[in-house]
């Protein structure tokens, strides 16, 4: 199934924003399977090993700040492509780190750098395609990011068994290099209308808050922020430990665990190939509605399931849920904002990223005591409930909208 693009933009403009999203979504994911090798090789528990996921979603979320107006001043496909030049240094900066201080200084640095590859890449989008192709043309950009999100859980889990942890991010180092060279090339072959600024006067503290806060002015504005906020909390602080939790549950090695969990992005994966389906026939309030009930249902078998093996339709599942509300929520910032678009993108991601933050750290902190089960059942409830306002609230905007 083939989705438009602009006729005056090639076909690997877009590929180029792909592949730099796969290795973001690598480099957010690659740790989790590495928690207790963490834990064992610098001596601390597992709830302080997961501050190298924390404290990377953390920089992640802040970040987004910053880029979303760097993207509306200086063009957004050039932002992205100086950006993945960043990512390779700091990756190997990561693999170079000696002791669980510098790899945390290194993550922070790491998380800092991706946090322009997704919401510019988005916000770009949103600039070049009509909104009516959008939501198909996002899914297939995040198809990048989708089997990222699965290569991390299984090298991941690989370099936790058999490679070692600092292979990734060697790896990581040398694709982004690659990415960034492509991006380069397909920047000087884009038309005009594509690589568009927004010239402002001010400082660029005084533009990013006056662009912020004219985008959170908006109530649907707000209400897009705060769900996709509680969907990166509840969603992420529970995904986080599922390897963990596989591997002390059911004992599975890490290598094992991390290939099951890998599904999630199948799942993913599937939305985004059956979207141009799936988009017409549910509606988005639909999409979030039932993408949250598969979500619930998916995370409780993965948490009191009696096998490890239950475990692996239900990460498909998961992924697939996650996608099918994730990509409206995405659909909806692209539009929240028209004129601030790089803005609004960077709000809604840092809402994302700084809610994962806020459920990795609750869920680090209570592990000792809830368990990875319990941090999971709550992450379960938690979205379903999230899910199923913003679907109603979606549907009363739609029809005010009508009105």
């Known amino acids: 199934m083939t989705v438009r693009t602009p006729l005056d933009i090639s076909p690997f403009a877009f590929i180029a924003l792909s592949l730099a999203a796969f290795g973001s979504g690598i480099s957010q994911r690659v740790t989790d399977p590495l928690l207790p090798r963490f834990a064992a090789e610098f001596g601390v528990s597992i709830g302080a090993a997961s501050w190298v996921v924390t404290i990377f979603t953390l920089a992640y979320g802040f970040n987004q700040l910053m880029f979303g107006p760097l993207g509306d001043r200086f063009g957004k ?21 000696q002791g669980f201080a510098m790899l945390l200084a290194a993550r922070l640095v790491a998380g800092a750098m991706l946090a322009a590859v997704i919401p510019l890449s988005m916000a770009w989008i949103g600039d070049v395609v009509p909104y009516e192709q959008r939501q198909p043309v996002l899914a297939r950009f995040l198809i990048g990011q989708i ?7 299984l090298l991941g889990g690989l370099a936790a068994d058999y490679l070692g942890w600092r292979v990734p991010f060697f790896l990581l ?11 380069f090339s397909m920047q000087r072959q884009l038309p005009a209308r594509a690589l568009t600024v927004t010239r402002s006067d001010g400082h660029m503290f005084q533009r990013m808050f006056r662009a912020f806060r004219e985008v959170l002015s908006q109530p649907w504005a ?9 969907e990166g909390a509840f969603v992420y602080g529970a995904f986080a430990f599922i390897a963990t939790h596989l591997h002390q549950a059911h004992g599975l090695s890490l290598a094992a665990a991390g290939a099951v969990v890998m599904l999630f992005g199948f799942g993913g994966f599937l939305f985004a190939t059956t979207s141009r389906w799936l988009v017409p026939r549910l509606g988005e309030p639909g999409l979030a509605r039932w993408g949250g009930m598969v979500m619930f249902a998916s995370l409780l078998a993965i948490a009191l399931g009696p096998a490890w093996w239950w475990s692996v339709p239900a990460c498909f599942a998961t992924g697939l ?12 910032a692209t539009q929240m904002a028209p004129e601030q678009r790089g803005a609004a993108v960077a709000a809604f991601a840092f809402c994302f990223f700084t809610g994962q933050s806020a459920g990795l750290a609750i869920a680090g902190a209570v592990t000792a005591t809830a368990g990875t089960r319990g941090i999971i059942i709550g992450g379960a409830i938690g979205v379903l409930v999230a ?9 009363g905007h739609r029809h005010a909208a009508e009105r």
């Open 173 to 183: 180092a040398a694709g982004f290099v690659c990415v960034s060279a492509l991006l």
């Open 147 to 153: 089997l990222g999100v699965s290569a991390g859980q």
């Open 222 to 230: 707000r209400v897009i922020t705060l769900t996709v906020f509680l």
């Open 387 to 395: 899910a199923l306002a913003f679907a109603r609230l979606k549907e």
């Open 321 to 332: 849920g996650f996608y099918m509300m994730h990509n409206t929520l995405q659909t909806n």
């Open 77 to 97: 496909y050039r932002v992205i492509a100086w950006a993945c030049v960043a990512c390779a240094l700091a990756s190997l900066l990561c693999a170079l780190a």
